[in-house]
């Protein structure tokens, strides 16, 4: 037998005679009743004279009324001479509460009275004094504290209720070192004969007239039964029935002391040193130790599946309480060890936060880790007690009627939810106890200590064919908190620079390798939840139960964007890390940063790709789903997303493109493939607030993919690049999605040269087609029709957006998330930038994909969108500006390619003699480019336009006709380059010859002087001679005209001066003539600013118009001034007659030329700085009698410098425009 390896030496024989005369008396110290858990009976320890261990009382925070139920707690025994196995069992007696409060399906009722914390009084109950004492306490906390506190006291006691009623007191310390030498024997026995062991003590019952000394043991489990309700361990012990003994077998005997060692803590009122916390702890983790080599040879019994044999074990742990002590013993160790953690991180006084049953519990004051030997040692034995309940099976009549515990499990996420689950509920197996989920789901939180989790890891992955259906309800949490962790570290590594902080300097250092376990356990958890197992045929896998790794593989899958997020944190630390490796030093340490968690980069790729890879055969959809709903994450902050049509990637996105692309699994083509299947079944993006599909991400991922790859690639994956694009564009994507579309095909032809094969030529051309034409619906969503049944659009009176003020948050809810949406009913807030993206690739496009003997197979293509683009270029109101603007922008880019002219020449043309054709603002840069490319393609069109009739122009007033086809003659002239159109100068001189002989308006004379204008800037000065006697005699004449119309006034003005003064206004000269001054000046302010290398042939007439001398301070005698008094400068009388008319205004006395910037004039008062500094600007040095030589000289010098006449030349180019713009419709 298994006692003959052991010598007899180490056992001492045990005075039974002493041990009966010390309980049959009773001492004094039978007095010290200690305060004890609310519902419990009061427990005392005294030191055995011999026996190793103590007759210790424990406080079991069962329900007090269940005595009946509660079995007695045995007083330890040294081993005897061993003569069998029986006095072997004996070797560790002390107290094993028996199942009285566990909460089994058949008790709730009962036990239901033991969740309020009150309990009724009994005969037996003798701890009445705790009881009030307790009741007052409370009391006073319903006075003192505000409601919401009291709602919190409440969920605290419940959860004392739940963590500490499994709790068992000592009354006074004990000896450890003799309970852990009986211990270590049993270790010792169950190391070398565990099978012979077991099996003896699994048949051998507690026979108590077999020998005195089972009698002894008999008598003190009846004495400790009698002390947990409440009763005195020592004195005549009642007499009970033979059949009271509680434990049938030594086995359950052996069994029940584990536990109740494990169980068992000292009070808080009792006097101890530090060592003796520690010894306690000891003896706690060595009672698991026991236990496990215990139930490990019991699961291996229950494997070779003996009907007695399993009915025999599921007996012993239904009556021990075996998992339900065990759990509860974990919570409350979990639960210490984050008390710990709080205290240390946020230096909370634990008076404020300790629950009563807590206070009175000594759990010493440790470090966070201090708990840990004891739950890494639970963790071993729920592992083996898990292969042990599946081993044993469920019995038959449990099958059918098991509880969905479903809410339950949800409720466990947390402490203060989870009351309905923090019992342990029969019969379920430990696995499918809120208790145990709850534990794994909180178990790798940082508060728990990190030391913890590579245990927690090794049991998850250990358990994994077990869980049954609670699988995918733990596994899911687990993994998240895996990613959590691994999350923590990347930013605890991102932030390393920064001190760290009082709290994690709190928490225990955490091994290197840590994140390689983390990333094991991924892996292990990942691949057995999503990968499928032919091989698990056995009986012994969870392959039985396809359902529910079903569950749990759609709980991982909902899970996959999370991983996929911290797989995409890491690498990014990954790459990082190998950008800044220098050279290995002497030892072969590589020196980067000095994080610790990151220095084996190879490693991390290793493990991370060995995640990764498997998964993308099964579910490369999913994960490519994964990835756009990361990416979308991913986006730049919102403030900085008013950016272009298409985003341009952050650089995490393009972390999760160098990502993907790393898996050595997805060849290009595949990953086209399935951005394909994802965009034509996307799914939706998990916790965002407005729900949005992953179409777009996938696609905004797929357009870096592409623009990362180099030509060849892309040339090689020509296919299956084109089935994407034909695929995705006939599904009703958001538009977003088409212009990604067009972006990825505009990438694609632009990088690659042409193709070789007509029919892939012919096959890009079609998709070129199909989503050209998509883009041309959304662009033109802004238009609706003029009436029904007509062809005829027009723009909605609806304000639009600017591509570049474009947000796409704000638009969300309208845009992204109907997908499903036709494209026509697209929202119109994308129309701008539809026509914008057209406008920047469009023309160069096409050019590319139809070669130059096909270029006319793409105009009844540009004709087709164009259509969608006339109605805004028609439309001149305010709120069309920005489709104005894009509208204009495209067809000047189209308009250069003299092949599209088919498509747009006549519509250009009708747009040009349009009344409201210059209502536009900057547009106007395209149109002259549209318009200089119309007469440029044809050849006549410039000598059409200026022998074209007036009364072409219809739909103006013929007052108007002639001022206005002048207008559009000069804009003609204006949008060519220098010097394009010198050789029609004959030809334009005799149109301008001949609006000057027919009878002239003020109107026809203002647009002459701005034509004079365009002619300056776009002829060469040598080509312009034969024109200036024609441009000097206009202006002198228009001089002229004003000074008679000063004149005129004058005679009133002198006879009631005060009169004029108040209405000096210059009110009296028409709006026409005003507008007709304002030219001529313009005209002489942009004469006279050109540098006069540029203006030879005007100094010679310079002299008629601005003095030169001053001819005020000459010394002519008066009889002269008569004679001479009509060569005076055409500024000096108007500025003469002005002063006379207005009174004089102090003059401005600097000049930067042109002069002019107004738009329009009010009153010719106006024009008077102008005429000021002209009078002196231009004076010789030595002329000016006011001395001012510096400031009159300063502007004629300024026109000489190269970079002032650049400037000078660019002011005159945009006054000019400005003068050809008119103010747009509200």
Known sequence: SSEENLPLSQFTAVDREAIWAEVETDPEKAELKAEQPENEGSSQDTEGDQDNSEHTESADTSTGHDSDNTSSLSPSLELQELSSEDKEAAADGREAPGHGNSLSASESSRSSAGLNLVRADSERTQASESLSSDEEVELELQEMAHSRLLRQQKEKQELAEALFKHTLLYLQPYDSRRVLYAFSVLEAVLKTNPKEFIEAVATTSMDTSSTAHLNLIYNLLARHQEALVGQSFYGKLQPQSPAACPHSLLIELLTSLCLSFLRSYYPCCLQLSHRDLLANRDVQVKSVEVLIRMMAQLATMAKAAEPRSAELIRDLLGRCRVQELVLLSLSASMYVSHKRYRLLADGTNPQEQELFQESLINFGHDQIWSEHPLQIELLKLLQVLIVLEHHLGQRPEEQENQPDLSKEWQQALNFQQAIGAMQYVYPHPITSQGLFVSAVVRGLQPEYGHGMHPTWVALVTSSLPYFGKSLGWTVAPFVVQICKNLDDLVKQYENEAVKTSAKTSARENVTPDY?????????????????????????????????????????????????????????????????????????????????????????????????????????????????????????????????????????????????????????????????????????????????????????????????????????????????????????????????????????????????????????????????????GTIAGSSLEQTSWLSRNLEVKAQPQIFPDEFNVEDVNDTSVAPSSMVSASAPSIYSVQALSLLAEVLASLLDVVYRSDEKDKAVPLISRLLYFVFPYLRNHSAYNVPSFRAGAQLLSSLSGYAYTKRAWKKEVLELYMDPSFFQMDTSCTHWRSIIDHLLTHEKTMFKDLMTMQSSALKLYPSSEQKAMLLKRQAFAVFSGEIDQYHLYLPLIQERLTENLRVGQTSLVAAQMFLFFRVLLLRISPQHLTSLWPIMVTELIQTFLQLEEDLTEEEEPAKNNSKMSKARGSGAEIQPKELCLYLAACKFLDTALSFPPDRMQLFQMYKWAFVPEVDTESSPVTSHLVENHQECQPHIVRIMDLLKMKYGPEGAARSARFPLLSLRSLSSITQLLPFFQTLGWAFRAPGSDPHNSQPSAAAPLDSLGSSSSSSRVLQQLEESVEWDFLENMES
Request: proline share 6%.
């Open 515 to 775: 994140p390689l376990t983390l990333l094991e356990g991924l892996t292990t958890i990942g691949h057995f939840c999503l990968l499928d197992h032919p091989h698990s045929t056995k009986k012994s896998s969870c392959s039985a139960e396809p359902a529910n790794l079903r569950n749990a593989r759609n709980a991982i899958l909902e899970e996959l964007p999370r991983i996929i997020n911290t797989m995409s944190l890491l690498w990014s630390v990954i790459k990082r890390e190998d950008s800044q490796k220098r050279p290995t030093d002497f030892f072969g340490t590589t020196k980067g940063s000095s994080s610790v968690y990151f220095k084996a980069t190879k490693t991390l790729r290793t493990k991370i790709l060995e995640f990764l890879n498997p998964l993308t055969a099964h579910l490369g959809v999913q994960l490519m789903a994964a990835t756009a709903a990361v990416w979308n994450s991913k986006k730049p902050h919102r403030s900085h997303s008013k950016t272009k049509i298409l985003p341009v990637a952050s650089t995490s996105q393009l972390i999760l493109v160098d990502l993907i692309c790393a898996l050595s699994t997805l060849r290009i083509d595949s990953i086209l493939h399935l951005v394909k299947e994802v965009v034509k079944k996307p799914a939706q993006i998990k916790g965002e607030e407005k729900s949005s599909l992953v179409d777009i991400p996938v696609l905004q991922f797929s357009f870096a993919f592409i623009q990362r790859l180099p030509v060849p690639a892309l040339q090689e994956n020509f296919q299956p690049l084109l089935g994407l694009l034909r695929e995705s564009v006939q599904l009703n994507l958001a538009p977003p999605g088409h212009f990604l579309l067009l972006s990825i095909l505009n990438d694609f032809v632009t990088r690659t040269p042409t193709l070789e094969s007509k029919k892939d030529q012919r096959d890009l051309q079609e998709v070129t087609q199909k989503i050209l034409e998509a883009v």
